[in-house]
């Protein structure tokens, strides 16, 4: 297995104005990545990648299409968000053969929360019938698994490495990593707390944040690992009030993210339909915020 660790910025999903992905722009993202220093990974297809409006057909393209323009700098995650076990399989058997290092799997999530046994029996199913190492994404509010609940799937589920744990509430994180093993993979996404959750012993992150300003977010990644803690809470700070520009509304957070991949020129398309662009008083708060971070990154607009 690749080995997964670090900071995996979570792309975005290009579209045109016909609400059609724009490929050439998914290869463009993978290189200005790489051009800001992330070797960690990159996860597609997730939340921040608008999954959840993907077809099956052009969902395989966009991960081919991003493995392929990764070429081997940094290990490919496809994420998956579906409502059935069934759908799941079909959608991770259809990306077995492109190369990538995991998959990112929200539970099931529409409206009925399936109870704890047979969330364990879906992620036993999707391990099986893939055989491709699964990340859990616990982000859907009323499917949020607890602490106890994910190291139970770890232990219990060969195939699932690890959690990507969203929301905000850092005590849930502190759970989590404290009773995790060493072989866990336990990723932060809380995305205004990277610093203290390197600190806990996150062995990385996927999270907005670090698509909208990947050279920072390694930059704070970096300082932790080498113990310089002034720079990690100083960055942690500028990068927070990012996040709060970024998250305020949360309806248009994926939008956001490509407004402030574009000012640092990186072209990343529309959102997807009924999404809309950031309006212009949230543009300005966001340009503030990336200006007072990293004012040399930022282009014309």
Not at 16 to 40: C, H, K, N, S
Not at 64 to 73: F, L
Not at 99 to 106: E, M, N, P, R, Y
């Amino acid at each position: 297995m690749v080995e997964l660790k670090g900071v995996i910025p979570p792309a975005t999903t290009p579209f045109d104005a016909d609400g059609e992905i724009a490929y050439p722009l998914v290869a463009r993202q993978m290189d200005w990545f790489a051009e800001a220093g992330v070797t960690g990974g990159v996860a597609v297809g997730g939340s921040t990648g608008e999954g959840h409006t993907l077809d099956a057909e052009e969902h395989v393209k966009l991960i081919d299409t991003a493995v392929e323009a990764a070429a081997g700098r940094f290990p490919v995650i496809a994420g998956l968000i579906t409502d059935s076990t069934r759908d799941a399989i079909r959608r991770g058997r259809s990306l077995a053969s492109l190369g990538i290092a995991a998959l990112q799997v929200t539970p099931v999530h529409y409206l009925f929360r399936p109870d704890d046994d047979a969330m364990v029996e879906h992620f036993r199913a999707l391990a099986g019938e893939t055989g491709m190492p699964i990340i859990i994404y616990n982000v859907v509010p009323w499917t949020y698994l607890s602490p106890q609940l994910l190291l139970h799937i770890m232990r219990d589920v060969p195939g699932v490495i690890g959690v990507k744990q969203s929301a905000g509430d850092l005590k849930l994180m502190a759970d989590l990593v404290m009773d995790a093993g060493p072989e866990d993979h336990i990723f932060s996404a809380v995305d205004a707390l990277m610093y203290p959750s390197y600190a806990l012993g996150c062995h990385g992150s996927i999270a907005a944040i670090l698509t909208a300003a990947p050279r920072a977010s390694v930059a704070l990644w970096d300082a932790v690992q080498a113990g310089d803690h002034v720079a990690a809470l100083d960055l942690h700070l500028r990068l927070l009030r990012l996040w709060n520009a970024l998250a305020a509304p949360t309806d248009v957070l994926p939008a956001a993210t490509k407004y402030a991949q574009g000012l640092q020129g990186c072209t990343a398309g529309l959102p997807r339909a009924p999404m809309s662009m950031p309006g212009d008083a949230q543009k300005a708060e966001i340009r503030a915020a990336l200006g007072a971070l990293d004012s040399a990154a930022l282009a014309a607009e």
